[in-house]
């Protein structure tokens, strides 16, 4: 029987878990090493591995707390950091964290931040101070996810869309992206920007009403912003986002990246 068949048994009934403890361990390990996914890209969109991540949840149930060490860091937690990141090409940044499960390419740099089990990061990637990979996202090639950027982890339900990260996005300082929000390639999202499943998302670049929810077109230049609504008490101002341009072809080169932020007067 297969991995993928023991998961699906054991996670709709526990009872069978210790069974299936080395089919999970198998899928965690082949994981680590970005032989698996949890989410697919295909020509038709997005595919969640629903066994995959069920296997991350079997594993947490699994594991037990144990006092361990990374380098002069001492932790209590169930599951380990990565280990041969020098061989992996991968530079981890004290006190940095990519946790066992996780995957990061060649050429990944984490500066002191943090990346989740089941997270998959691209080439090229910068994940910087204090940012987070939340668990299961997936992380596109040469995205630089700036100071403090939350990227929200999804694990339940398993058919849930985690976050993505398109190719060559820039994510500005204090943005927040959950729900499995999908940001398109190039896209640039001016600092403090949140956006999840529900918080619309504006083109303002044209007359006619334009309105994407949880999903980033590519090449999008997108900033924080607010819409009245009404209520008993008054009027509250709520959370919305523009698009208030678009990356232009000259401004794709990773070198030009600055040139398209002042072009659209975006902070990061």
Same mark, same amino acid.
């Given at each position: 029987?297969?991995?993928?068949?023991?998961?699906?048994?054991?996670?709709?009934?526990?009872?069978?878990?210790?069974?299936?403890?080395?089919?999970?361990?198998?899928?965690?390990?082949?994981?680590?090493?970005?032989?698996?996914?949890?989410?697919?890209?295909?020509?038709?969109?997005?595919?969640?591995?629903?066994?995959?991540?069920?296997?991350?949840?079997?594993?947490?149930?699994?594991?037990?707390?144990?006092?361990?060490?990374?380098?002069?860091?001492?932790? #209590?937690?169930?599951?380990?950091?990565?280990?041969? +990141?020098?061989?992996? !090409?991968?530079?981890?940044?004290?006190?940095?964290?990519?946790? #066992?499960?996780?995957?990061?390419?060649? !050429?990944?740099?984490?500066?002191?931040? #943090?990346?989740?089990?089941?997270?998959?990061? &691209?080439?090229?990637?910068?994940?910087? %101070?204090?940012?987070?990979?939340?668990?299961?996202?997936?992380?596109? %090639?040469?995205?630089?996810?700036?100071?403090?950027? &939350?990227?929200?982890?999804?694990?339940?339900?398993?058919?849930?869309?985690?976050?993505?990260?398109?190719?060559?996005?820039?994510?500005?300082?204090?943005?927040?992206?959950?729900?499995?929000?999908?940001?398109?390639?190039?896209?640039?999202?001016?600092?403090?920007?949140?956006?999840?499943?529900?918080?619309?998302?504006?083109?303002?670049?044209?007359?006619?009403?334009?309105?994407? $929810?949880?999903?980033?077109?590519? &090449?999008?230049?997108?900033?924080?912003?607010? $819409?009245?609504?009404?209520?008993?008490?008054?009027?509250?101002?709520?959370?919305?986002?523009?698009?208030?341009? #678009?990356?232009?072809?000259?401004?794709?080169?990773?070198?030009? +990246?600055?040139?398209?932020?002042?072009?659209? &007067?975006?902070?990061?």
């Amino acid at each position: 029987m297969s991995d993928q068949l023991i998961i699906e048994g054991a996670y709709a009934d526990l009872d069978c878990l210790a069974d299936a403890a080395d089919a999970v361990e198998r899928t965690i390990a082949r994981l680590d090493r970005g032989e698996i996914r949890v989410a697919t890209k295909t020509n038709d969109g997005w595919v969640v591995n629903e066994w995959v991540k069920q296997a991350i949840l079997l594993y947490f149930r699994m594991t037990e707390l144990q006092t361990m060490q990374a380098g002069p860091f001492t932790y #209590y937690d169930k599951i380990p950091t990565k280990s041969d +990141l020098a061989g992996q !090409g991968v530079r981890v940044v004290p006190p940095g964290t990519v946790r #066992y499960g996780a995957f990061c390419e060649p !050429g990944v740099v984490v500066m002191p931040g #943090y990346v989740n089990i089941g997270a998959y990061v &691209g080439s090229g990637t910068m994940v910087d %101070t204090w940012a987070t990979v939340g668990s299961c996202a997936q992380i596109g %090639t040469n995205v630089h996810l700036a100071g403090g950027v &939350g990227i929200g982890g999804v694990l339940e339900p398993p058919n849930a869309r985690p976050v993505i990260i398109g190719d060559d996005a820039f994510i500005g300082s204090r943005c927040i992206v959950t729900e499995g929000a999908m940001i398109g390639d190039r896209a640039i999202l001016g600092a403090n920007t949140t956006l999840t499943a529900s918080i619309p998302i504006y083109d303002m670049t044209t007359s006619e009403k334009k309105e994407y $929810r949880g999903e980033v077109p590519p &090449g999008a230049v997108v900033v924080q912003g607010s $819409r009245p609504r009404e209520f008993a008490g008054g009027t509250a101002y709520l959370q919305c986002a523009y698009i208030i341009g #678009y990356r232009s072809a000259d401004q794709d080169q990773k070198v030009s +990246l600055n040139d398209a932020l002042r072009t659209f &007067g975006v902070s990061v």
